[in-house]
């Protein structure tokens, strides 16, 4: 394949442009965080001089992440995350602004991984990561280019784990802000964005009644937890999976019904595995499911559903519909698979809303904005951002919304920290 000097990006098609600026303008309507941070920061353009590469599903959310950190001063260069989750009329827009991005709708593994070194080819200074293929490739394959890199960020749960064990082992070579853990990122996308933009998927792909279902979710996390959620409010009957206690826990007292999935596979009308561990639905489960079982993913990685272990049951497989596909097995049962096993929210709808996106994103940007005002200070491993900002971005999206807090008096300050009295 041609090298970047060669080009200075690569969509699937530069035509869609129009549609994808439609799109992002859609988007900016509903991100009145970060729009306030490109206004506030498109003067003094703090981020100039920094090269950020970016690798992160590329959607209409993210172009306006995108614009927002080019607005700051920095020059972005970008590749999608996930091959599924491309949308390609945003792609196009963003190239047509002269953004370098590499990224279209259902790559293989090699052009995955091409797109990202077209990225690396100028050099970033700053790495924006969701799931860590990009922070792994410049550990892994591009060590040169530690040299001019302060810092990177990584959005996602999966991709944190990752990196704090890869910085345990010493093998982490610079510094890395966890967006994912800041509370305005998790509490609001990982649980209201996962549920609303899973079950997103799931519908478009299906168009199934969701009433009356026994829904399975793998993984009652912070975005299993928002599945389960969702799909109670469409009437689903919800039973949860778990290794961990206290997640189980959680799931009995909102009223799922907690089982093995040993068990659950056997009643189980749809399955949504959410855990960021591999083979959660492996042979024994898919031969005990009942005809037409429908199941997907939405963890980061492709690895929850064993693909592989389906098909040596399966005799024969269609395409129903689009991101749906039919397996049947040697005794005439159906089981249906989504967006072939990768995240469902993305492949087969457009991910999370712009509304929780924007405080995820908003969290990017001021990642991106502390490495470069501090990143040669920090330490290598994996940071958190400061806790004030939650407050912050809370603060800025409810002003929007037209929503005012209460005060405390000064009295009342002085009582929280007053130890003089009790009751
Ligand atoms: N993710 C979900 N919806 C997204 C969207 N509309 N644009 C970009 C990325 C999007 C992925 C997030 O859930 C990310 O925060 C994660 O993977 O944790």
């Not at 080819?121 to 990561?129: A, M, Q």
């Not at 967006?179 to 998790?186: I, P, Q, R, S």
């Not at 749809?270 to 939405?298: P, Q, W, Y």
């Not at 129903?320 to 596909?325: E, F, Q």
Request: a negative charge; glycine letters at 8%; proline letters at 2%.
């Amino acid at each position: 394949m041609t090298t970047a000097t060669e080009m200075k990006f690569k969509v699937a098609d530069p035509s869609l442009a129009d549609e994808g600026r439609l799109l992002i303008d859609w988007a900016e309507s509903r991100m009145p965080v970060l729009m306030a941070l490109r206004e506030k920061f498109a003067k003094t353009q703090p981020l100039k001089g920094m090269r950020i590469a970016g690798c992160l599903h590329v959607t209409k959310e993210t172009a306006v992440l995108i614009r927002t950190l080019a607005a700051a001063g920095a020059e972005v260069t970008w590749s999608g995350c996930n091959p599924l989750s491309t949308n390609d009329a945003v792609a196009a827009a963003l190239a047509d602004e002269g953004i370098g991005i590499f990224a279209w709708y259902g790559q293989n593994v090699e052009e995955f991984y091409w797109s990202i070194d077209r990225t690396l080819d100028f050099k970033p200074t700053l790495t924006l990561d969701d799931g860590a293929d990009l922070i792994f490739r410049v550990h892994f394959e591009h060590p040169d280019l530690f040299e001019h890199i302060i810092g990177g960020s990584e959005e996602t749960t999966t991709g944190v784990h990752r990196l704090r064990a890869m910085a345990a082992d010493g093998k982490l070579r610079y510094p890395v802000i966890a967006v994912n853990d800041a509370e305005t990122k998790w509490d609001f996308d990982n649980v209201y964005g996962t549920g609303q933009s899973s079950l997103d998927g799931i519908l478009r792909a299906t168009s199934v009644l969701l009433a009356g279902k026994n829904f399975v979710v793998a993984g009652y996390g912070h975005c299993g937890k928002g599945c389960a959620l969702r799909a109670k409010g469409m009437g689903s009957k919800v039973i949860a999976t778990e290794v961990k206690a206290t997640a189980a826990l959680k799931a009995m007292l909102d009223g799922c019904d907690v089982m093995t999935m040993d068990e659950a596979a056997k009643v189980g009308d749809l399955f949504i595995t959410a855990t960021g561990m591999k083979d959660i639905l492996v042979k024994r489960h898919f031969e005990s499911m009942k005809d037409g079982a429908i199941v997907c993913n939405t963890g980061h990685y492709d690895c929850e559903i064993n693909l592989e272990d389906l098909k040596e049951l399966t005799v024969s497989s269609r395409e129903m519909r689009d991101n749906c596909v039919e397996y049947t097995l040697a005794d005439g049962r159906r089981i249906y698979v989504l967006a072939d096993g990768r995240l469902v929210n993305l492949a087969a709808a457009e991910g999370h809303p712009s509304e929780v996106m924007d405080m995820s994103f908003a969290n990017q940007f001021q990642a991106m904005m502390m490495l470069a005002r501090e990143g040669k200070d920090l330490g290598v491993g994996v940071h958190e951002l400061p806790v004030e900002l939650d407050q912050e971005i809370a603060g800025i999206k409810l002003s929007a919304m037209g929503v005012h807090l209460d005060q405390l008096t000064p009295e009342q300050v002085a009582y929280a920290t007053d130890y003089s009295q009790g009751t």
